[in-house]
């Protein structure tokens, strides 16, 4: 982040809100770099790529003009859209932006944009083709890097929570709960069981959520992800009013799965004991 990113005579002091965006990277983007085929000069060339993967199409729009400033290409996938930012100049501008509104926690995230930062420098130096071998050892070096993130978790570089203020938080865990949270029911023999719940392989992040909303039970499932559930109807009351009123979510359908199980506990209020 910028030195002066957050004072309170900066401008952006009124921008805390797009710190939604970067949670929502954090929790959706995928950081790549591609080898790709080249016609003249015959051979290879290398190009990097972040994209954004989302069911709704309209926050991918909203992605793409706060963080990319509508340089990034919208593509429909099997229910889903990708918003890929392709190139040194479009990462550069994706990279400017999480250079003001860092990604606040989660040891995989930051990890990933330390590499395309190392790959963009690289290729900004080295344009020519005589670098190509040199090129290549460093390309295949973070390639692999990128794959032991996804594949196994693996990182480099270990971050603590980034000190920041409340609400610079919140949004950020806006953004991560848009991405990767779950709101509903379950069965409960023949009552509803209302939750949320959410699912990352970065640890870091969904331990700061935990404590942010005050609720720790995070357990490290068989395939290596880490989940968090809440069942407690009052820690889920004061979940919906964290993230309609103070943080609003902005994915639409989770908005509205949110507004329906806050209108639930209010109007199920569990009879005292008699």
Not at 18 to 33: D, K, Q, T, V
Not at 35 to 55: E, F, H, M, S, W
């Amino acid at each position: 982040m910028s030195k002066n990113a957050l004072s309170a005579d900066n401008p952006q002091e009124m921008l805390k809100s797009n710190f939604y965006f970067s949670g929502l990277l954090a929790a959706e983007m995928s950081c790549s770099i591609i080898k790709a085929t080249n016609r003249n000069p015959k051979g290879y060339y290398y190009a990097i790529d972040l994209t954004v993967t989302n069911a709704d199409k309209n926050l991918l729009n909203q992605v793409n003009k706060v963080v990319m400033k509508n340089r990034g290409i919208i593509t429909p996938v099997k229910g889903a859209y990708n918003l890929s930012a392709r190139g040194k100049e479009r990462v550069r501008i994706a990279l400017d932006f999480l250079g003001d509104y860092p990604i606040l926690t989660g040891d995989l995230a930051k990890n990933r944009i330390l590499i395309l930062k190392k790959a963009l420098l690289y290729l900004q130096k080295y344009r020519t083709h005589k670098f190509q071998k040199e090129k290549t050892k460093e390309m295949d070096k973070w390639r692999n890097k990128l794959r032991e993130i996804k594949n196994d978790g693996i990182v480099d570089q270990k971050f603590g929570l980034q000190s920041i203020d409340k609400k610079s938080l919140g949004y950020f865990f806006a953004g991560v709960i848009d991405g990767e949270g779950s709101f509903g029911f379950k069965s409960s023999g023949f009552a509803k069981q209302p939750f949320f719940e959410i699912a990352m392989k970065d640890k870091k992040i969904i331990e700061s959520l935990s404590k942010f909303v005050g609720y720790g039970k995070v357990r490290l499932r068989k395939d290596g992800v880490y989940h968090l559930e809440i069942n407690s109807r009052e820690i889920l009351k004061n979940v919906c009013d964290m993230f309609i009123n103070q943080f609003p979510l902005k994915h639409k359908q989770q908005r509205k799965r949110l507004l329906k199980l806050q209108q639930f506990l209010n109007d199920h209020t569990l009879r005292s004991p008699k």
